[in-house]
C-alpha cells in the first residue's frame, strides 16, 4: 500500500499528540509514504508554533526537528508542478477547500496516479478534507 499522508498525520510523529499511533500503525502497512512537498514547511512551522506557544520543551522541538530532517529523504514527496496546482484549484472549489488542503488533494491524486487508484490511501486528521478525498477516491474509481 502506498499511504499519503498530509500534514495533519505527519506532524504527529514529531510530537507527542493523539494519533500518533494510528499514523505509525498505519505506516507500519504501508510500502511507500508520500506527502506533499508543502508538507515539509507546514511541519515546520507547526512544530515552531508549537514550541512559540511552550507546548514543545526547547529539546523536543530540537529533536522533532532533527528527526524530521533525518525521515524527510524517506518520504515520496509530490512537487506543486502546475498540474498539480490546477488540479488543487479545481479540487477547491469542487470540495470547499482551503488553498494547501487543496494542494494535498491534488497529491494525492499525482501519487495515485503513480501507485494505482486500489493501491493508494490517503490518511488526514482534518475531517473536511477526509470527506473530499473520499468523495475524490470514488470518482476516480468511477472514471476507471
Same mark, same amino acid.
Given at each position: 500500500?502506498?499511504?499519503?499522508?498530509?500534514?495533519?498525520?505527519?506532524?504527529?510523529?514529531?510530537?507527542?499528540?493523539?494519533?500518533?499511533?494510528?499514523?505509525?500503525?498505519?505506516?507500519?502497512?504501508?510500502?511507500? =509514504?508520500?506527502? *506533499? +512537498?508543502?508538507?515539509? &514547511?507546514?511541519?515546520? !512551522?507547526?512544530?515552531?508554533? #508549537? @514550541?512559540?506557544?511552550?507546548? %514543545?520543551?526547547?529539546?523536543?522541538?530540537?529533536?522533532?526537528?532533527?528527526?524530521?530532517?533525518?525521515?524527510?529523504?524517506?518520504?515520496?514527496?509530490?512537487? =506543486?508542478?502546475? *498540474? +498539480?496546482?490546477?488540479? &488543487?484549484?479545481?479540487? !477547491?472549489?469542487?470540495?470547499? #477547500? @482551503?488553498?494547501?488542503?487543496? %494542494?494535498?488533494?491534488?497529491?494525492?491524486?499525482?501519487?495515485?496516479?503513480?501507485?494505482?487508484?486500489?493501491?493508494?490511501?490517503?490518511?488526514?486528521?482534518?475531517?473536511?478534507?477526509?470527506?473530499?478525498?473520499? &468523495?475524490?477516491?470514488?470518482?476516480?474509481?468511477?472514471?476507471?
Amino acid at each position: 500500500m502506498t499511504l499519503y499522508l498530509d500534514t495533519s498525520s505527519l506532524v504527529k510523529i514529531y510530537v507527542p499528540e493523539t494519533g500518533v499511533d494510528v499514523v505509525l500503525g498505519l505506516m507500519d502497512h504501508a510500502t511507500t =509514504v508520500a506527502t *506533499s +512537498v508543502v508538507t515539509y &514547511a507546514e511541519t515546520r !512551522a507547526a512544530l515552531a508554533r #508549537l @514550541r512559540r506557544e511552550r507546548v %514543545l520543551s526547547a529539546s523536543t522541538f530540537a529533536s522533532a526537528k532533527r528527526d524530521l530532517e533525518r525521515d524527510w529523504p524517506a518520504y515520496v514527496t509530490i512537487d =506543486v508542478t502546475a *498540474s +498539480v496546482s490546477r488540479l &488543487a484549484g479545481d479540487l !477547491a472549489e469542487r470540495y470547499g #477547500l @482551503r488553498g494547501y488542503d487543496s %494542494l494535498h488533494l491534488a497529491s494525492f491524486a499525482e501519487t495515485a496516479g503513480r501507485a494505482g487508484v486500489e493501491d493508494a490511501r490517503f490518511f488526514s486528521f482534518d475531517q473536511r478534507l477526509t470527506r473530499a478525498a473520499r &468523495a475524490f477516491a470514488r470518482t476516480i474509481r468511477r472514471i476507471r
